[in-house]
Each structure stands twice: as structure tokens, then as C-alpha cells.
């Protein structure tokens, strides 16, 4: 059994900054792209920024300057350095990755979500 686990959503005020962390733990043998998706109340889930296992990376035009993503895959984790924030970046962020558990099947796992919440 996989999960991916959130950490580090809350309330800012516009400029400031969080960090997100997600860390996968079960019967896993590889860890694949991870990234982070965002859904804004009525809106569609949409990829923020993604980076494979090499540390290629891909962001979306709305976060670039703005947000780093970043992994450790070591501890099988995968970060998102948020700065400079705007109320429009409030959404709940949610976890994603591909990954091959220990029967060597590939499979794609979300994370429960993380609320972000930028206001004054």
C-alpha cells in the first residue's frame, strides 16, 4: 500500500511565502515525475509544476519566478517553495506521482490535499 502525504498548507497574506511537503511511504520501489496540482473552488485541477527523478523541471506560466519545486529522493519526498504569493494562488495544492510499487507495477497516487489560503 502507497501514500502520499501533505504537509505545510495554511494562511498567508499576499507576498508572503510556504512551503509544501509531500512525502510517499509504502511498498514502493521507484518514484517516477512527482509534482503538484492546484483546484480553486469551481475550477479544474491544474498542474503547478512537475520535476522527474533526474530534477528536470516544468512549471506553470502563472507560477514561474515564483515557485521552486524540488525533491529528495532519498526520503521520497518532493517540495514546493512557494513565494511571493497572491490571492489567486488559493487552492487546495494536491500531491502527485508516478511511481512502481515492489510488485513492479506502475501506478499514478494523489495526496489527500493541502489548503493554501492567501489573504489579507
Known amino acids: 500500500q502507497v501514500q502520499l502525504v501533505e504537509s505545510g498548507g495554511g494562511l498567508v497574506q499576499p507576498g508572503g511565502s510556504l512551503r509544501l511537503s509531500c512525502a510517499a511511504s509504502g511498498s514502493i520501489r521507484s518514484i517516477y515525475a512527482m509534482g503538484w496540482y492546484r483546484q480553486a473552488p469551481g475550477k479544474q485541477r491544474d498542474l503547478v509544476a512537475a520535476i522527474t527523478t533526474g530534477g528536470s523541471t516544468n512549471y506553470a506560466d502563472s507560477v514561474k519566478g515564483r515557485f521552486t519545486i524540488s525533491r529528495d529522493n532519498a526520503k521520497n519526498t518532493v517540495y514546493l517553495q512557494m513565494n511571493s504569493l497572491k490571492p489567486e494562488d488559493t487552492a487546495v495544492y494536491y500531491c502527485?506521482?508516478?511511481?512502481?510499487?515492489?510488485?513492479?507495477?506502475?501506478?499514478?497516487?494523489w495526496g489527500q490535499g493541502t489548503q493554501v489560503t492567501v489573504s489579507s
Open positions: 502527485n506521482a508516478d511511481l512502481a510499487t515492489m510488485s513492479g507495477h506502475v501506478y499514478n497516487y
